[in-house]
């Protein structure tokens, strides 16, 4: 049985950071896709950022290149997602989700519709 366990978010001022991270059992991060996702208030779930091959390859939608990184630590089984330089529009429940494929590179479709297993989300607020 997959289980994500996301943790980390909290509140923070506009320009801060956080570290989020998704830690699995009953699957192995390091072999297939695992992707964070949001959902802000009143919005559609957006792809955020994705890895594979141990995160070897990542992969952000534009609005948050240059200023999140993904990585994982292979002995946790964790994938953590760095948020730095926060913004208003960041603000959204985040997601870590895993997919049986190492396909990642079209991870934002559909939100996630590809996505096999999900995590309960974090609550991140950023506030001016």
């Known amino acids: 049985q997959v289980q994500l366990v996301e943790s980390g978010g909290g509140s923070v001022q506009a320009g801060g950071s956080l570290r989020l991270s998704c830690a699995a059992s009953?699957?192995?991060?390091?072999?297939?896709?695992v992707g964070w996702f949001r959902r802000a208030s009143g919005k559609e779930r957006e792809g955020v950022a994705a890895t594979r091959a141990g995160g070897q390859y990542t992969y952000f939608t534009d609005s948050v290149k240059g200023r999140f990184t993904i990585s994982q630590d292979n002995s946790k089984n964790t994938v953590y997602l760095q948020m730095n330089s926060l913004k208003l529009e960041d603000s959204a429940t985040y997601y870590c989700?895993?997919?049986?494929?190492?396909?990642?590179?079209?991870?934002?479709?559909?939100?996630?519709?590809?996505?096999?297993?999900w995590g309960q989300g974090t609550q991140v607020t950023v506030s001016s």
């Open positions: 009953g699957y192995n991060v390091s072999n297939n896709c």
């Open positions: 989700a895993v997919r049986s494929s190492d396909f990642c590179s079209r991870f934002a479709v559909g939100g996630g519709v590809n996505f096999d297993y």
